[in-house]
């Protein structure tokens, strides 16, 4: 058997198990095994790429730094209808408040989300500093009825990874 072939397969299996074994692991847990993954990977290429060890290490440290704290501060329940409502609302508003211009640059960089703020309740995480809901300005109306509990909002403004979504960050809208 050819040596890329085998390590290629070997990728793959690793992956896998890697990935349905991650499925129950909490918040802190995610962050510290994707972050570990996320900056191996970042400091291996770097290395393949000319860079020093010393500077992959850097690379491989800082990446890996990077990806834990996004995945570490965002923690996700079900909405109840208060919070879907207020997040509609909100998202509404905010959007019906951006300028023209400022729509105009969202469509040309194919931003198509925004993050509002809703109520926290009795599901939101313990530390959490804000509760966001994902709003679509295309369809105008929230995705999914997912909210996401924020240790440290984003600056309003900003672009912040939620779950799969690239969304603004635009606070309570007002």
Partial sequence: ?????LKSSSLVAVLSIFGT???DLAP?????????AGGATAGGIARASGASTGESIAIGAATGAVVAAVTYIIAKHQATERQHRIAEERAQRAYAEMSA??????KARKRR???VDTEKNEKT???????VMIWDTQSEQVVGNNVYDVKSPPPVG????????????VGSGS
């Fill in 158 to 169: 900003s672009t912040a990874k939620f779950d799969t979504y690239s969304a603004e960050y």
């Fill in 21 to 23: 074994g991650c499925a």
């Fill in 101 to 106: 211009k400022r729509k105009a640059e969202m």
């Fill in 113 to 115: 989300y925004i993050a």
């Fill in 125 to 131: 995480s313990p530390g959490a500093k804000k509760s």
């Fill in 1 to 5: 058997m050819k040596l890329p072939l």
């Fill in 28 to 36: 802190l847990q995610n962050a510290g095994v994707f972050g570990a």
